[in-house]
């Protein structure tokens, strides 16, 4: 994710980085401009024709696709933010499960508090990892009998660590160093992790339906392929920047929401999750030490 002042606009207005829509449309863009060009000559220099009152029909459809767009944009915004609670619910819930271990264990309990630090921290690694290419066993730090091995053999990694932690909960307190009460205290805090991880895996594996998308995309191709035919007549040649410029706002607007409505990847406009695994490790470090 991308850290930067709102405030600073002339150096946002002039800004460029790999994933802007500018970049990612240039092609388009110098296509759309050739294609006006060239509908351009046809009409005004070749055939001396014009089609009258077709800016008409392209306001009114232009009003369309506006609303179409903002409720596109506001569906991927809301998965966006959607996603940065649940990862914010993650640090608070790893705060609490800590705390509340660091209370309930004995002061002597170093290798239980070593070994919780490194599973929950091992959690929140494996949630994020699966959320993208998938968990690489061999990155989770070993803990006790959890080692590599333990993690390589299923295909639901998070879930594995999670079972690792319910299991170590079960034994503390049937060895007698945690109450029931205290059990129950901290199965909330555990079953608050699945519920997260579920959610989080709800807005990666559900997309926008099929349909809508593909009629989006068609309806700016239409809107944008045609603009030129009635266009012409009133700017000439000027429009060639003008329909450039529209095909950038109207498209703009598909690439970013497509980017951000799956927000656990890498690219610029993803959620901070490898800052935040960060600070859940420090917090846990501090916390049962």
């Known amino acids: ?169 079960t034994r503390l307190h049937r060895s007698g160093v945690i109450s029931g009460e205290q059990l129950i205290v901290l199965n909330a805090e555990l079953q608050s992790f699945a519920d997260n991880l579920g959610a989080c895996e709800r807005i990666k594996k559900t997309p926008i339906p099929y349909a809508y998308s593909l009629f989006l995309k068609k309806i700016i191709f239409i809107y944008v392929f045609t603009m030129p035919v009635g266009f012409v007549l009133d700017y000439g040649y000027w429009a060639v920047p003008v329909v450039t410029f529209v095909f950038y706002a109207f498209a703009s607007i598909e690439v970013i929401a497509e980017e951000i409505e799956d927000p656990f990847g890498r690219e610029a406009n993803d959620l901070p999750t490898d800052s935040i695994s960060d600070t859940i490790r420090a917090n846990l470090t501090e916390i049962l030490s």
Not at 99 to 109: D, G, I, Q, R, Y
Not at 114 to 128: E, G, Q, S, V
Request: net charge positive; no cysteine; proline share 4%.
């Open 1 to 169: 994710m991308i850290t930067y002042n709102p405030k600073d606009w002339w150096k946002l207005i002039f800004a460029f980085h790999r994933s802007d829509s500018f970049r990612v449309l240039l092609p388009g863009m110098i296509a759309v401009a050739v294609y006006t060009g060239l509908v351009a000559w046809v009409e005004n220099d070749y055939l001396h024709v014009s089609f009258k009152n077709s800016t008409l029909v392209h306001s009114l459809v232009g009003f369309v696709l506006s609303m179409m767009l903002i409720f596109r944009t506001n569906t991927a915004y809301e998965r966006w933010w959607e996603g940065r609670k649940l990862w914010g619910s993650f640090v608070n819930n790893s705060r609490n499960l800590a705390l509340k271990l660091n209370a309930f264990l004995p002061a002597e309990a170093r290798a239980e508090r070593d070994l919780f630090r490194t599973l929950i921290h091992n959690f929140i690694h494996a949630a994020k990892e699966h959320l993208r290419d998938g968990v690489k066993a061999h990155k989770l730090t070993p803990a006790g009998p959890y080692d590599a091995d333990y993690y390589a053999k299923v295909s639901h990694v998070p879930n594995q660590v999670l079972k690792a932690l319910f299991v170590e909960v």
